[in-house]
């Protein structure tokens, strides 16, 4: 509680008299100090006593013309606020909107003086999600003074943060349109044509259409025989987000982008596909998968829940694979068939003998055989791979590996071109792997 | 008719209570309270408009109090009270019954430091009792305040 200008004069005036009281040793001088000090005290527990009275009565009731909202875009928020107490005490309450939001138009503060009887006031205006997922109201910052004092209190009960706002996020990414061997563009549009070409033929069963009816084969046997067409199939791409690690620095702005990005080849794969499945994993480290979801509000649902810097159980620390050790155990000996000096030769001799001893006791990590596992279930013949790039990136090897070796085409997304990313590890993890950026 | 507003009603009661209080007491220096009602009066009519109305009034009319005290401590204790009256009043805060009620109820509290005054020798032991109750009150209702604060910002 803040004493007012008022008050802090009196406090003064009052330590001056009390002070003039113990040194002059002056009774009538102790009385008007003594005054003082009970008028501050009276006032300080009348305006407590009517403070309490105010914020018992305060109600908030908020109204959002849409949740849930996409990112980005602006919503109207009306709130009722109903208070009653002194008319003596002047209030003036602010609606906090939530943290990751942005006040776009209207004000959110209001004054009033209370009254005897319940009153509501009102207050609209729009604000801007800025960040997806779900989030509360901040509260209601309530703020009342009389002439000699002046308290601000934030209420953030349960009930003053209410409604939740649902924030999606939006989509900014298309995928390029995949290309079949023979030049021609794959057809992606739901058709009503069953098919190309004829798979086998079945003799008539109850219910068969009739015009899959082969007629000069049934005419040939005397029994109605149905063909049965086949046709080229197009799987949806595999989404791979790899989540940043919640200990390690990462910038907002990028992860944003890439959300963005995932968001928006979701939504292209459920409309052109209708189904996606997406492997969420951070760092060596599965989280979750979706395996091919068909509804896209279920599955934006999944994804405000986990697009969010996740903790790593499993660090790599940069750690190359047995390939890479082959390689690398490769390199020393064409190393070594080229060399003459015997200071070189000794060098790339012990080289090679530490990597053929780490290579002796290194063995595949857990996560590899976790990911061909989950690779397993999923059909597909394209593959998306989305990080920021940040800190180690060794475990991407060990995604786009099995991706590779089941002739998956492998898109690499990195979306970090700040300093704080590998670049030289991510050009080296391009060229080794052959993914095109 | 337009009414005379509290404040003014207190100085009328003020100013009453001082020059009878004055004759009653046939103090050799009663002309010194009668000349302090000046200041009073003057502030009270000059400062209607000013926000901090309270505190001008306050250090007008402490020197009366602390005369009027010199004099008598009832004498005293009665200037303190009906300034304390002006001054809450001038706010806005004397004006239905329950207020009177509250306003008595500081006025006993005054009574009991006028008292401990009057039967104390020295300024030191009722100024240590004084600012111990005043300070164990503002303790007892400092963890009343942090309760409540607590319990309105969901903690």
Redesign the interface.
């Not at chain 2, 319990?151 to 969901?154: D, R, T, V």
């Given at each position: 509680m803040l004493p007012r200008r008022c008050t802090q004069g009196l406090c003064i005036l009052g330590i001056l008299l009390l002070a003039w009281a113990v040194i002059l040793d002056d009774m009538a001088v102790l009385f008007a100090g003594s005054t003082l000090v009970a008028v501050i005290v009276w006032q300080y527990l009348l305006f407590d006593h009517q403070l309490r009275e105010i914020v018992a009565s305060i109600e908030v009731r908020r109204t959002l013309s849409r949740n849930p909202v996409r990112k980005g875009t602006s919503l109207q928020v009306s709130s009722g606020i109903t208070f009653r107490g002194s008319p003596r005490m002047q209030v003036e309450m602010a609606d906090l909107i939530p943290a990751t939001t942005t006040l776009d138009d209207g004000t959110t503060t209001i004054a009033a003086r209370p009254g005897p009887k319940p009153r509501t006031i009102e207050c609209t205006y729009r604000i801007i999600p800025l960040i997806h997922g779900t989030h509360n109201f901040s509260g209601i910052s309530i703020n009342v003074r009389n002439h000699f004092f002046e308290e601000t209190i934030l209420m953030t009960r349960p009930m003053d943060c209410e409604p939740t706002l649902t924030v999606l996020p939006t989509g900014l990414f298309a995928a390029p349109v995949s290309e079949l061997a023979d030049g021609t563009r794959d057809n992606r549009k739901a058709s009503i044509w069953s098919g190309l070409d004829i798979h086998s033929l079945r003799e008539f069963q109850s219910g068969d259409d009739l015009r899959h009816a082969d007629w000069k084969i049934s005419a040939k046997y005397d029994k109605i025989f149905i063909r049965k067409y086949t046709a080229p199939m197009s799987y949806p791409p595999l989404v791979i987000v790899d989540l940043p690690f919640v200990g390690a620095p990462f910038r907002e702005k990028e992860f944003g982008r890439m959300i963005s990005e995932v968001t928006g080849l979701i939504q292209q794969n459920i409309q052109t596909f209708q189904y996606v499945s997406v492997l969420i994993i951070s760092g060596p480290n599965i989280l979750h998968l979706i395996r091919e979801e068909r509804n896209g509000a279920r599955c934006m649902a999944e994804i405000r829940e986990w697009m969010h810097p996740a903790e790593r159980t499993v660090h790599f620390y940069h750690m190359p694979d047995r390939s890479d050790i082959r390689s690398y155990t490769r390199n020393c000996e064409s190393a070594l068939e080229q060399a003459t000096d015997p200071g070189v030769l000794a060098f790339y001799e012990s080289l090679r003998n530490r990597y053929l001893a780490v290579l002796q006791y290194q063995r595949n990590p857990a996560f590899s055989g976790q990911v061909a596992r989950t690779l397993s279930q999923i059909l597909t013949t394209e593959a998306y791979f989305f990080s920021l790039g940040y800190g180690d990136i060794s475990h991407i090897r060990h995604v786009i590996r099995p991706l590779k070796a089941q002739k998956i085409k492998v898109h690499l997304r990195i979306i970090s071109t700040a300093p704080m990313a590998d670049i030289d590890l991510l050009e080296n993890l391009k060229k080794t792997v052959g993914v095109r950026p | 008719m337009t009414s005379l507003a509290p404040e003014y009603r207190f100085f009328i009661a003020l100013a009453a209570g001082t020059v009878l209080a004055t004759a009653f007491l046939a103090s050799p220096v009663w002309y010194l309270t009668i000349v302090l009602l000046v200041p009073v009066l003057a502030v009270l009519a000059l400062a209607r408009t000013r926000?901090?109305r309270?505190?001008y009034l306050?250090?007008s009319g402490?020197p009366l109090?602390?005369?009027s005290?010199?004099m008598n401590?009832w004498a005293?204790?009665f200037g303190?009270c009906i300034?304390?009256g002006m001054?809450?009043s001038a706010?806005?805060?004397i004006e239905s019954g329950e207020d009177m009620v509250?306003f008595a109820l500081?006025c006993s509290?005054?009574f009991l430091?006028?008292l401990l005054?009057e039967l104390?020798n020295?300024?030191?032991s009722?100024?240590i009792i004084?600012?111990g109750i005043?300070g164990l009150?503002?303790a007892i209702?400092s963890v009343h305040?942090y309760q409540?604060?607590k319990?309105?910002?969901?903690g």
């Open positions: - | 926000p901090d309270g505190f306050m250090c402490m109090v602390i005369a005290a010199g401590i005293g204790l303190a300034l304390a001054v809450v706010a806005g805060f509250i500081f509290g005054l430091v006028a005054i104390s020295h300024v030191l009722p100024l004084i600012l005043t009150v503002l209702h305040n409540f604060r319990h309105y910002s969901g």
